[in-house]
């Protein structure tokens, strides 16, 4: 085994070798423009590029006419929200959105407040998943789209977009989601629910980071573009698409339709080993939302009586996100956690486990190992520590 051991999948995966060995003939020979009509060039880039739209497309159930290739699932999100908000001003000026979304989502409706939008953030129950109720009663007659994720990049939780779909569907709101965490890892089917917008992106699923996918439902709402200028994805896009990105992202896709279900299969009871291994060694873990309804690569657990500032150094050679590792200066604990009810100190002592296709079953062992050991050493540590009175 080699270690650094990476459990940090939600943050990023490696491009599966497959998807490089596919994308590599397109930097050099087949280097075309797919914008340039009149040559062989351009065809064989042409042609690549609606293989890989197919490739997505079929991922998802979608039409190949659905998906625009995007830089990735922040522009697919930015590319939504604010060109609905534009396309469909005289609806209405309401959005609807859930606390515990990517910040490319949330902060893109805050931004609408500027332009005159109500923005309803929606709150999250212990296990983090939107009440549905509240979702209903959330709707306007002036409500003109409801986003909410497929996955949870932190705790992995799984929103019901087939109850919320029915909602959105019977008042004619549109339904965004973004399901760059659940796309190429659990089924997802853009039918479930009826999504009329859905952003995913390559390097979640083992393709190649900056690329990415809209998906917008067929006479759904006519987006304006973020982009303007050539003209590229039915104008909803413009740019020279970047081609040995878009092959690669057709590849993973391809290879997620064909492994998924299995890969899934064997990463939950990977999952659930690691944590059956945690729980024995550290009493008082706490699961950070529900452990059902969620994707089987994930784990989250806080762990009390530590110093989370300790707690990312001392795991080393163990690659996961710690609650207090990011940023600079006075660490912030997670707004998904905290929308889950964790108490910040809970929050910032918290690790986040994200397994993927190359975690073995002898990192997943050395993974429990560690944490119980520093956990173990951390405790004494903090027990030991005068505390002021
Ligand atoms: C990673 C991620 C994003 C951002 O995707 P990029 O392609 O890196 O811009 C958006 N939403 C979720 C849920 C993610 O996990």
Redesign the pocket.
Do not use: I, L, Y
């Given at each position: 085994m080699k270690t650094p051991v990476y459990l940090d999948y939600?943050?990023?995966t490696p491009a599966d070798p497959r998807v490089v060995e596919a994308m590599l003939p397109y930097f050099t020979e087949r280097f075309g423009n797919p914008a340039s009509r009149n040559h062989p060039f351009g065809w064989a880039a042409a042609d690549a590029v609606e293989t890989a739209r197919g490739e997505v497309a079929a991922l998802v159930g979608a039409h190949a006419r659905e998906i625009v290739f995007t830089?990735?699932?922040?522009?697919s999100?930015n590319t939504v929200v604010r060109g609905v908000a534009r396309a469909r001003r005289r609806a209405g000026a309401h959005v609807v959105t859930v606390a515990t979304e990517?910040p490319?989502?949330v902060d893109a409706c805050r931004t609408l407040e500027a332009d005159g939008f109500a923005v309803t953030v929606l709150p999250v129950g212990p296990d983090g998943l939107v009440d549905l109720d509240r979702v209903e009663a959330s709707l306007r007659p002036d409500t003109i789209l409801v986003s909410v994720?497929a996955?949870?990049?932190e705790i992995g939780v799984l929103q019901d977009l087939e109850a919320i779909g029915a909602m959105t569907h019977a008042r004619g709101v549109l339904l965004h989601t973004?399901a760059?965490?659940a796309v190429g890892k659990v089924a997802f089917d853009v039918e479930r629910g009826r999504v009329s917008l859905a952003?995913f992106?390559?390097?979640?699923m083992y393709g190649p980071?900056?690329v990415?996918a809209l998906y917008v439902r067929r006479h759904s709402v006519d987006l304006p573009p973020l982009l303007v200028g050539g003209g590229q994805e039915r104008g909803l896009r413009s740019g020279t698409l970047n081609v040995p990105a878009i092959v690669g992202f057709g590849k993973a896709a391809a290879i997620a339709r064909a492994e998924g279900a299995a890969e899934a299969a064997r990463l939950g009871a990977l999952r659930d080993r690691l944590l059956a291994g945690l729980r024995r060694g550290v009493p008082g873990l706490r699961v950070n939302g529900s452990l059902t309804g969620r994707l089987p690569q994930n784990l989250n657990v806080s762990i009390d009586g530590i110093e989370p500032e300790s707690l990312a150094m001392a795991l080393g050679d163990l690659a996961v996100s710690a609650g207090a590792a990011c940023g600079t200066g006075k660490p912030t604990p997670s707004r998904v956690l905290t929308a889950v009810g964790v108490p910040p100190e809970l929050a910032l002592a918290s690790i986040r486990f994200g397994l993927g296709r190359w975690t073995t079953d002898e990192e997943i062992e050395f993974a429990a190992a560690k944490v119980v050991e520093v956990v173990a050493g951390l405790r004494r540590m903090h027990a030991a520590i005068p505390r002021a009175t």
């Open positions: 939600h943050a990023t830089s990735g699932a922040t522009e999100n990517h490319s989502v994720m996955a949870n990049n973004d760059s965490q952003s992106t390559a390097h979640k980071k900056g990415g």
